[in-house]
């Protein structure tokens, strides 16, 4: 009976898929300003229980100026 | 050996479920569903939700295949460190870039995941790729050799 050769996981191939992923993702995001900071999350500088969840964006870079207060959930 | 009974084997159901239960709690908890402490991030996104059903489901399956081609001595090389490669980059990729706490507790230094945050879809589909790959390899074709 013929003995098939171990498969291997293609490390190469994924390795490759994934720095075209790197190069193509990189290249979008990082030349357009507004992607770029649109995906940015929100640093851990918003503080307090009242808006640490509810800052976005560019707002959360400087302590929550824009931070909407969270109604209390019941 | 058929090619469609592993889902008949215990071996199979066990590591699939364990795998299941296990990485579904690691990923409710980073997703802050679960009624624990976890970090302060913001409300999770639908797609969020959905990569970790999906890159749950692949590593689950995945874990299940992998111990049924153990049990018959066929498991293709490499697959098992790539499914821990994929687990450990899709829990990156569901980290709220925001929480720093995590990095300053465990490693003491003021490391901030925040310059990781444009790239979390990059990494998520980097997580779902080699999963997707690990699963298509463990897979078992017709000609499968015990």
Known sequence: ?74 | MSHALFYRERSFWIACLGALVALGTVFLWQLGVLPVWSPTRMPPETSEYMFAAVLLLLLSVSAGLYMWHREHKSCPIGTGKASGIAGIVGAIALICPACTVIPITLLGASVSLSVLGPFMPLLRIVALLIATVTLVLLWPRKHHHA
């Open chain 1, 1 to 74: 009976m013929d003995v098939a050769a171990p498969k291997r996981f293609p490390w190469l191939a994924v390795a490759l898929a994934v720095v075209g992923l790197v190069i193509g993702y990189t290249s979008v995001v990082l030349t357009q300003e507004e992607a770029f900071a649109a995906s940015r999350s929100c640093p851990n500088t918003c503080k307090g229980d009242d808006c640490k969840k509810t800052c976005t964006g560019e707002d959360c870079a400087h302590d929550c100026p824009g931070c909407k207060k969270q109604e209390p959930t019941s």
